[in-house]
């Protein structure tokens, strides 16, 4: 599945509105996350997380 992704490397976390196939990953109430339904499927045994510095300071994605 190509990325809608303009910046660098092949994947990326962009700010963009809730979309119709969007899978919405909620915490206490408040929606965290969205993630394209098709994305969502072939990430399903996937685990994304933060990494606050010194351990490296961004996103990461492990992908089973």
């Excluded at 899978?23 to 206490?28: E, K, S």
């Excluded at 072939?42 to 933060?50: H, T």
Aim: charge should be negative; charged fraction near 20%.
């Amino acid at each position: 599945m190509p990325p809608v992704w303009t910046g660098e490397g092949d994947f990326g976390i962009v700010i963009d509105g809730e979309g119709e196939r969007d899978h919405v990953v909620t915490f206490q109430g408040l929606v965290l996350l969205l993630v394209d339904a098709d994305l969502a499927e072939r990430l399903s045994n996937s685990v994304l997380d933060f990494k606050a510095p010194p351990c490296g300071g961004g996103f990461t994605l492990d992908v089973y």
